[in-house]
C-alpha cells in the first residue's frame, strides 16, 4: 500500500507550511501528493507550484470539479502539468453536488449523473489519446456544438499539442454504489471520501471485477497524539460540514454515504442541525465510532494496530491528510 499526501483545498488563504510538507513527504518516500478545491483556490495551480518544487513525487488532483471546465479544458490543464512535471500527473475527477454545481458554477446539475461522468472521461481521453479530432454527440457534451443557439461553424479539433501520455491515468471521486462501479470500468481509479477498513463489504459488488492495476485511493485523516477524541475534533468537523452543509437536505451525497455505512439515524440528525444553523452542536453530534473508523488517530501503536487493517483490504493508495511532518515520518516507519 503506497502513501500519498493529501493537502485538499485552501481556507481563507494558502498554508505557508504546506510546501514544507511536501518536500518532507518526498523525501520520506511517500508516493504522491494531491490537491483539491471547491469553491475558492483550484486544484492545478497548487499543483504545478509544488511540481516546480519536487522532483520525484507523483501529482494528483483529488478532485478537480467537472463543472468548473469543460472536459477539453481539463484535458488541456491535465497534459500541460503532465509536460511540466516529467509525467507525474494523476487527474482525479468529481461531479460534485446540485448545491455546488449550480450554486458556484451557476451550471445545471446533470439529471443523469452517470451519464454526464462517462461523457465527460471520454472526452477527456479522447484528448489525450489524440488518435483524431475529438468528437462526440452526447447527451450532455457536444463536440463539435450542436445546440439550437450554434452559429454551426464550429469544426472538429484535434490537440496541437502531443500529450506526453495518451493513458495519463484518470481517477474518479463517486460515492454511490452505481457510480462506482461505472468507475471500476471507465477510469483507472477511484477515490473514495468515506473508507471504513472494517466495512469493505459495502462496496463489495461494486468492486467484484476489477481491472489489473486498479487503483483504490481513499482519504484519510492521519494525527499522531496522545489524546484520540481531541484528535478526532477535525474529521468531525469536517463531516458536520460536509454532511451537513455539502448538499441541500433533500440531496446530500455524503449524508446519503454516511447512512448507507450504517449511521442513518446519526446523519440526518447531524444534518438538521447544521440546516438549522446549529454547527458547533452538528459537529458534535458527529459519532466519535465513525470518524475514528475512517481515519488513523491516537497514540502510535495504536495507530500501527488500525493501519494494518487498511493495508490487509484492497486499499493500493492511502492519501492521508496528515497535519504535521512527525505524524508523516510516523506513518511511513509503520507503512515500511
Same mark, same amino acid.
Given at each position: 500500500?503506497?502513501?500519498?499526501?493529501?493537502?485538499?483545498?485552501?481556507?481563507?488563504?494558502?498554508?505557508?507550511?504546506?510546501?514544507?510538507?511536501?518536500?518532507?513527504?518526498? @523525501?520520506?518516500?511517500?508516493?504522491?501528493?494531491?490537491?483539491?478545491?471547491?469553491?475558492?483556490?483550484?486544484?492545478?495551480?497548487?499543483?504545478?507550484? /509544488?511540481?516546480?518544487?519536487?522532483? !520525484? /513525487?507523483? $501529482?494528483?488532483?483529488?478532485?478537480?470539479?467537472?463543472?468548473?471546465?469543460?472536459?477539453?479544458?481539463? @484535458?488541456?490543464?491535465?497534459?500541460? #502539468?503532465?509536460? +511540466?512535471?516529467?509525467?507525474?500527473?494523476?487527474? &482525479? #475527477?468529481?461531479? *460534485?453536488?446540485?448545491?455546488?454545481?449550480?450554486?458556484?458554477?451557476?451550471?445545471?446539475?446533470?439529471? *443523469?449523473?452517470?451519464? @454526464?461522468?462517462?461523457?465527460?472521461?471520454?472526452?477527456?481521453?479522447?484528448?489525450?489519446?489524440?488518435?483524431?479530432?475529438?468528437?462526440?454527440?452526447?447527451?450532455?457534451?457536444?463536440?463539435?456544438?450542436? &445546440?439550437?443557439?450554434?452559429? &454551426?461553424?464550429?469544426?472538429?479539433? %484535434?490537440?496541437?499539442?502531443? =500529450?506526453?501520455? @495518451?493513458?495519463? =491515468?484518470?481517477?474518479?471521486?463517486?460515492?454511490?454504489?452505481?457510480?462506482?462501479?461505472?468507475?471500476?470500468?471507465?477510469?483507472?481509479?477511484?477515490? =473514495?471520501?468515506?473508507?471504513?477498513?472494517?466495512?469493505?463489504?459495502?462496496?463489495?459488488?461494486?468492486?467484484?471485477?476489477?481491472?489489473?492495476?486498479?487503483?483504490?485511493?481513499?482519504?484519510?485523516?492521519? %494525527?499522531?497524539?496522545?489524546?484520540?477524541?481531541?484528535?478526532?475534533?477535525?474529521? %468531525?468537523?469536517?463531516?458536520?460540514?460536509?454532511?451537513?452543509?455539502?448538499?441541500?437536505?433533500?440531496?446530500?451525497?455524503?449524508?446519503? $454515504?454516511?447512512?448507507?455505512?450504517?449511521?442513518?439515524?446519526?446523519?440526518?440528525?447531524?444534518?438538521?442541525?447544521? #440546516?438549522?444553523?446549529?454547527? !458547533?452542536?452538528?459537529?458534535?453530534?458527529?459519532?466519535?465510532?465513525?470518524?475514528?473508523?475512517?481515519?488513523?488517530?491516537?497514540? !502510535?501503536?495504536?495507530?500501527?494496530?488500525?493501519?494494518?487493517?487498511?493495508?490487509?483490504? =484492497?486499499?493500493?493508495?492511502?492519501? +492521508?491528510?496528515?497535519?504535521?511532518?512527525?505524524?508523516?515520518?510516523?506513518?511511513?516507519? $509503520?507503512? &515500511?
Amino acid at each position: 500500500m503506497r502513501l500519498g499526501l493529501a493537502l485538499g483545498y485552501w481556507g481563507r488563504g494558502p498554508d505557508p507550511a504546506q510546501l514544507g510538507l511536501v518536500t518532507e513527504a518526498e @523525501a520520506l518516500g511517500y508516493d504522491s501528493v494531491w490537491t483539491a478545491e471547491s469553491w475558492g483556490s483550484d486544484a492545478f495551480t497548487p499543483l504545478t507550484w /509544488i511540481a516546480a518544487h519536487t522532483s !520525484r /513525487i507523483r $501529482l494528483g488532483t483529488a478532485v478537480a470539479q467537472m463543472a468548473a471546465r469543460t472536459p477539453t479544458a481539463t @484535458a488541456m490543464h491535465a497534459l500541460t #502539468l503532465d509536460h +511540466l512535471s516529467g509525467g507525474r500527473m494523476m487527474l &482525479g #475527477l468529481g461531479l *460534485s453536488g446540485p448545491q455546488v454545481v449550480e450554486g458556484w458554477y451557476g451550471r445545471p446539475f446533470p439529471a *443523469s449523473p452517470l451519464t @454526464a461522468t462517462r461523457e465527460y472521461v471520454d472526452l477527456v481521453r479522447q484528448v489525450l489519446r489524440r488518435e483524431g479530432p475529438v468528437t462526440l454527440d452526447g447527451r450532455f457534451h457536444s463536440h463539435p456544438y450542436r &445546440g439550437p443557439d450554434s452559429t &454551426g461553424t464550429g469544426r472538429a479539433l %484535434k490537440s496541437v499539442t502531443h =500529450p506526453l501520455r @495518451a493513458d495519463l =491515468p484518470v481517477l474518479l471521486g463517486a460515492e454511490g454504489p452505481r457510480n462506482v462501479a461505472q468507475t471500476t470500468r471507465i477510469a483507472d481509479g477511484w477515490i =473514495p471520501l468515506y473508507w471504513s477498513p472494517t466495512r469493505t463489504d459495502l462496496h463489495r459488488d461494486a468492486l467484484s471485477a476489477l481491472p489489473e492495476g486498479f487503483v483504490i485511493a481513499p482519504l484519510a485523516r492521519a %494525527k499522531v497524539c496522545d489524546d484520540v477524541a481531541e484528535g478526532l475534533l477535525p474529521v %468531525k468537523a469536517m463531516l458536520g460540514f460536509y454532511i451537513g452543509g455539502m448538499g441541500h437536505a433533500a440531496r446530500n451525497f455524503h449524508a446519503d $454515504l454516511m447512512a448507507r455505512m450504517g449511521y442513518e439515524d446519526e446523519a440526518r440528525h447531524v444534518q438538521r442541525l447544521f #440546516l438549522a444553523g446549529r454547527g !458547533r452542536e452538528a459537529v458534535l453530534a458527529v459519532p466519535d465510532a465513525f470518524a475514528d473508523e475512517i481515519s488513523l488517530v491516537g497514540p !502510535r501503536e495504536r495507530i500501527a494496530e488500525r493501519l494494518a487493517l487498511w493495508r490487509a483490504g =484492497p486499499v493500493t493508495d492511502l492519501l +492521508l491528510t496528515a497535519p504535521d511532518p512527525h505524524t508523516l515520518r510516523v506513518l511511513a516507519e $509503520l507503512n &515500511g
